[in-house]
C-alpha cells in the first residue's frame, strides 16, 4: 500500500499524520506500528488520523495509535498539530475547531503568534474511568488529595497522584528530574497492577509556583520529548496539592507548554504551545508484516 503523509513535532513530540478524509486506508495494527519504526518506516511517537465529521457539531474525529500500534484515547501535542495540519491542508479555515476522540470532544483553537491552544476538556478524578485500582495501595492525603504508594520492588516506592487527561497519568514530584531514574522506573509505572490499562508515567520537578520540569514515560511509547497530556496532568497534580498556581510553564525536552486550570474539578484544562511541519512524504507500507 502507497500512502503519502505528513511528519509534524509539538515540543519535539513527533507524529506521522493520516488523511482519511476521503476514505479509510484500514491499517492493521502491525502497519501503524512500521510507520511508527524509526529504522524502518517513517518514525514517529504517534500516528494521528484525520477523519470526517462523525456527528453535527463537529469537524473531524483525530484517532491517535501510539508507537507500539495501539489505539489510544488522547495525546495533547498531537491535538496542535492536528489542527495546524487541518488548516494547512485547506480541510478548513476556521481558527477554531471541534473533534471527537475516543473518549468525548475536544476543541482546538490557532493563535494569532502561530501557538495552539487546546481545550483538553476537565480532568478525571474517578478511579473506575482513569481507570485506577487503589485497593491494597498504601494512600495519604496532600492538601486534601488522595496520594498513592506504588512498589516497585528494586527501586523502591513511587508516590504518585493519579488523575486522566482522556488517558491515564501517575505522577510523581521529583527533587531534580534530569538525574532521576525515569527510564528505569517508567516501564515499572507503567505496567503496575493497578492500572488495568497501564498508565503514563510522570516526573515532576517544580522550580516554582509557575514553572516546572516535567519528563514523561509514555504507555506504549517509552519517554518522549514532551507529553501534552503529561504536562496537564502534571500541573492539575501540582495544584490540586497546593504546591502550583492556575498558570504554569512547563519545561520538556522539546521546548515549554502553557497550562492553565483554575481549580475547580469541572473546569477545563487548557494547554498552548507550538505544532510545526516537518515535512511531506509517501511511503510503501507492506501489505503483511
Sequence with gaps: MHIRFTKMQGAGNDFVVLDETRGRLGLSTAQ????ADRH??????????????????????????NADGGEVEHCG?????????????????????RVKV????????????GRVTVNMGAPVFDWARVPFNPIG??????????????????LGIARVGVVSMGNPHAVQRVDDVAAFPVLAQGPLIENHTAFPKRVNAGFMQIVSRSQIKLRVFERGSGETLACGTGACAAVVAGI??????????????????????????????M?????TPVFEGSIDVPDTL
Design 77 to 97: 501535542n498531537g491535538a496542535r498539530c492536528f489542527v495546524r495540519y487541518v488548516r494547512d491542508k485547506g480541510l478548513t479555515d476556521k481558527n477554531t475547531v
Design 40 to 65: 524502518f518506516g517513517v518514525g514517529a511517537d504517534q500516528i494521528l488520523t484525520v477523519r470526517p465529521s462523525p456527528a453535527a457539531g463537529l469537524d473531524f474525529e483525530y484517532v491517535i495509535h
Design 102 to 113: 475516543q473518549q468525548g470532544e475536544i476543541e482546538l483553537s490557532m493563535n494569532p503568534d
Design 137 to 154: 495501595l498504601i494512600s495519604d492525603q496532600v492538601n486534601g488529595w488522595p496520594v498513592f504508594d506504588l512498589s516497585l520492588g528494586d
Design 271 to 275: 494547554m498552548t504551545g507550538p505544532a
Design 240 to 269: 490540586r496539592q497546593g504546591w502550583l498556581d492556575s498558570r504554569v510553564d512547563v519545561q520538556t525536552h522539546g521546548g515549554v507548554l502553557t497550562i492553565e486550570w483554575a481549580g475547580q474539578a469541572d473546569s477545563p484544562v
Design 32 to 35: 501503524y506500528r512500521f510507520l
